[in-house]
Nanobody, 119 residues
Framework: QVQLVESGGGLVQAGGSLRLSCAVS????????MGWFRQAPGKEREFVAH????????YYADSVKGRFTISRDNAKNTVYLQMNSLKPEDTAIYYC????????????WGQGTQVTVSS
């Protein structure tokens, strides 16, 4: 079993930055893909970014490309989402998730952290 705990959310003005963290425990992640998702009020959950733990290859949604950066710290078993140039439309609950490489669905999810961007 994999446990994911997000932190780092908060209130920030438009144009500001936040860094989200996702602490992972319960399993080594060398064969996992780690993702960040978000869900705004009244909207469906959407993909934000993912990182392949073993290769550090990354992939981003078009809406965040160039503004957000996903990374991981192998020693700390932690995944980060650096969010710059934040916009009010980035306001959402952000979730960290994990899936084994080769599996389509994310098996493990964190509890989420709220990000609010004021205009």
């Amino acid at each position: 079993q994999v446990q994911l705990v997000e932190s780092g959310g908060g209130l920030v003005q438009a144009g500001g930055s936040l860094r989200l963290s996702c602490a992972v425990s319960g399993r080594t992640l060398s064969s996992y893909i780690m993702g960040w998702f978000r869900q705004a009020p009244g909207k469906e959950r959407e993909f934000v970014a993912h990182i392949i733990w073993s290769s550090t290859n990354t992939y981003y949604a078009d809406s965040v490309k160039g503004r957000f950066t996903i990374s991981r710290d192998n020693a700390k078993n932690t995944v980060y989402l650096q969010m710059n140039s934040l916009k009010p439309e980035d306001t959402a609950i952000y979730y960290c998730a994990a899936r084994p490489s080769g599996v389509i669905d994310y098996h493990f999810w964190g509890q989420g952290t709220q990000v609010t961007v004021s205009s």
